[in-house]
């Protein structure tokens, strides 16, 4: 959403106020349905073997996010690439979501993290280093604007499967 507010045009500032409104009200609903599941009744049981397993390998998965997010920047500086760092992260976050469909068995975040994977790559080899969108560098715009509709598509997938296992369970 950054990078909107980045290209500097009213149209894209419009559009950054639009996508702040429409997180915020996913936000509101996460937290809704987040609230009704733990007011069901034995909502929290004891976690099983399998559950712990899974909680340890999300853990190891989110930590090396995390040391590859804190180094791509100083790195990428150290380079004397900085303009690398936004479309680098994004990589990261995409690859990421690869082994988390493995350890949460859901198979919609490998199309997640490849789309992502993807518009970075795209990204790289389609737009020069220097090119601009408005005042914003295309680097930086163009894989975040490209990765928006995947994240909201699967995040809509995502609340509905919460939403009917909710339905279900009350």
Same mark, same amino acid.
Not at 66 to 84: D, N, Q, T, W
């Given at each position: 959403? $950054?990078?909107? *507010? ?34 069901? &009744?034995?909502?929290? &049981? #004891? ?26 920047? &100083? ?5 004397? +690439? #900085? ?15 690869? #082994?988390? !469909? *493995?350890?949460?068995?859901? #198979? +919609?975040?490998?199309?997640?993290? $490849? $789309? ?16 601009? $969108? ?17 994240? *909201?598509?699967? !995040? ?10 909710? +339905?279900?369970? !009350?």
């Amino acid at each position: 959403m $950054l990078s909107l *507010w980045m290209i500097g045009t009213d149209a894209a500032r419009l559009f950054f106020l639009v996508t702040a409104t429409i997180a915020a009200v996913l936000v509101a609903v996460c937290v809704a349905m987040i609230l009704g599941v733990l007011r069901m &009744p034995g909502a929290i &049981p #004891p976690r099983t073997p399998d559950e712990q397993a899974v909680v340890r390998r999300f853990m190891r998965v989110l930590a090396a996010e995390v040391v590859a997010l804190i180094l791509v920047g &100083p790195v990428c500086l150290a380079l004397r +690439r #900085p303009v690398l760092i936004v479309p680098l992260s994004v990589l990261i976050v995409g690859v990421h979501f690869l #082994p988390l !469909a *493995w350890v949460f068995r859901v #198979p +919609r975040y490998y199309p997640l993290g $490849l $789309l992502f994977c993807a518009a970075v790559l795209l990204t790289l080899l389609m737009f020069p280093e220097d090119a601009h $969108l408005g005042q914003a560098t295309a680097w930086y715009v163009v894989p975040s604007m490209g990765c928006a509709p995947v994240a *909201w598509l699967t !995040a809509g997938a995502n609340l509905r499967e919460v939403s009917q296992f909710v +339905r279900k369970s !009350a």
